[in-house]
């Protein structure tokens, strides 16, 4: 055991449960619980963004996937940051304009039904539980690499504290363990960046130079086609990435934690800005992953990769800075488990049990309660999930959360907005066709079968494809067209006009929201 390390990750834990500790002498309400009451500024809002999107995926996944894979490892810091500007254009002002807590409220504003309710509550859940399983994944390896807890124990330890945090502190301290995570993961992964770049003398040229001898892939690390061999699948999964974020409920969420739509914009920007110097430093983990750590070393220590950066710490700084840069990537998957598990018991609770099950007349008090038993369920389920998948890169099992989300999610977001004649059948077909087809095509596909057993289970797998993005996703928006049209239900034409002026605006003609702010 790395005792350092293990007093770093103490630490860490140590100030997460003080945050959790006074955030939750404000959370009684199931505002405060769901939104932190709209409490958050643009920058304190953009920097938990950030904390919420640089995951495990991105710190782990990402740099092992360019240290092992090299430039196809890039596409994912790429299409993430992308993706920010669909999010920041399209979803994130009329998001917080028509929504109040969760996604479903966003859609309903428009479909007052409880079958739409309904789906979109369950497409939630599934999401954010998909993501949650890579950050666990991430977690176990971590753990049982630093600390030699084995992995199932590993798992276990970041499933309690995670509910632990959003049991007690909610939104509030959710957000406050994010941004700590955000500004402790950029000084980090800021240190490692100057370290490696100094490797190679500060120059650009010599460091892209050196790399084409520096693994076994030559001068091909340079180069596309070493992981993703078939174009269809590097399509598939850019369309994914580009377009995933849109739909992915633990960060639609936060918009509804600022008091307006012009302040969920500046969180937007402030988010991609992070973000975006983020996904840059990615390259010199990898680069300085391949050519200080080696190829060996790094899959010795995890198949998948996903130790790459905590060894290249080592390799760079010795046990200090391994035991700080592995305690940082502990408290990145802290934060971002804890987002997820909050959006998946938001919607239990919200929608199911406040909307659907209670019809409306659940109390705060209910609220609360109801969504406390839910995360304390997600995570317990995540879990179990969580332990067949250790052998998957956490970057991978991320960007199938993305297809799902993107097929399932975002067709019904932009129709809401954006058409007419859209209506609740049209809803309910894009909603449950982008979710089953996506999670249908990712059982068939070669991340769950494999002749040589390297996936979950042997045998040939029926769809070619890793990511199922390219499919699902026309399939979504497809289904939400075909529904609408043969539907003989007609849109109401008055409701669309209020919801396109309320989403662009803030203003409701019942009153409620009265933002007209330029």
Do not use: C
């Not at 505002?31 to 782990?60: C, E, P």
């Amino acid at each position: 055991m790395n005792v350092l390390a293990f007093v770093l990750f103490l630490a860490i834990v140590s100030l997460t449960l003080v945050i959790t500790y006074f955030a939750s002498r404000k959370t009684k309400t199931s505002s405060d619980f769901y939104t932190a009451d709209g409490s958050l500024t643009g920058a304190q809002n953009g920097w938990a963004i950030a904390g919420d999107y640089m995951s495990a995926a991105s710190f782990l996944g990402i740099a092992g996937m360019i240290a092992l894979s090299g430039f196809d490892g890039f596409f994912y810091s790429i299409g993430y940051l992308v993706a920010y500007l669909v999010v920041l254009y399209i979803v994130a002002e009329p998001l917080r304009n028509l929504g109040k807590y969760t996604l479903a409220d966003m859609i309903t504003a428009r479909f007052d039904q409880k079958k739409v309710r309904g789906v979109a509550a369950f497409n939630t859940i599934t999401i954010s539980i998909f993501y949650m399983i890579a950050q666990l994944v991430g977690a176990g390896a971590l753990i049982k690499l630093l600390l030699g807890i084995d992995y199932v124990y590993a798992v276990i330890i970041v499933g309690i504290l995670m509910t632990v945090y959003v049991v007690f502190g909610g939104m509030t301290a959710t957000s406050w363990v994010q941004i700590s995570k955000a500004v402790l993961l950029m000084a980090g992964t800021f240190i490692i960046s100057i370290i490696v770049f100094a490797k190679f003398d500060f120059s650009i040229a010599n460091m892209f130079s050196q790399m084409k001898e520096a693994t076994p892939l030559g001068d091909s690390f340079l180069n596309p086609g070493n992981k993703f061999k078939d174009p269809l699948d590097n399509i598939s999964l850019n369309l994914a990435l580009v377009l995933g974020t849109a739909g992915l409920p633990h960060i639609l969420i936060r918009f509804f934690t600022v008091k307006d739509a012009i302040t969920a914009r500046k969180s937007v920007i402030y988010a991609t800005w992070i973000i975006g110097f983020f996904y840059i430093m990615t390259i010199f983990l990898g680069f300085g992953a391949a050519a200080f750590v080696g190829y060996d070393k790094i899959v010795a220590a995890n198949a998948a990769g996903n130790m790459a950066a905590p060894l290249l710490a080592q390799a760079l700084g010795g046990d200090f800075l391994f035991a700080f840069v592995s305690a940082v990537a502990f408290a990145t998957i802290l934060a971002v488990v804890a987002g997820l598990v909050l959006s998946a018991a938001s919607a239990f609770a919200h929608d199911f049990y406040g909307h659907i099950i209670r019809k409306g007349k659940a109390t705060d008090k209910e609220q609360v309660i109801a969504a406390r038993w839910a995360s304390i369920g997600v995570s317990v389920l995540s879990i179990i999930l969580a332990l067949f998948a250790q052998s998957m890169n956490v970057a991978f099992l991320v960007a199938l959360a993305f297809a799902v989300a993107a097929s399932a999610n975002l067709p019904v977001i932009l129709f809401t907005i954006f058409w007419k004649r859209f209506n609740t059948t049209g809803a309910i077909s894009g909603m449950v066709v982008g979710l089953i087809s996506s999670l249908v095509l990712v059982i068939l596909s070669p991340n769950v079968w494999a002749p040589d057993g390297s996936a979950i289970l042997v045998g040939e797998a029926i769809f070619p494809l890793t990511n199922p993005g390219i499919i699902s996703i026309p399939l979504g928006f497809l289904a939400a067209i075909i529904g609408t049209l043969v539907s003989s239900e007609k849109a109401d034409a008055k409701k669309y006009d209020e919801i396109l002026v309320t989403a662009h605006t803030g203003f409701k003609e019942n009153g409620e929201t009265t933002i007209l702010k330029h």
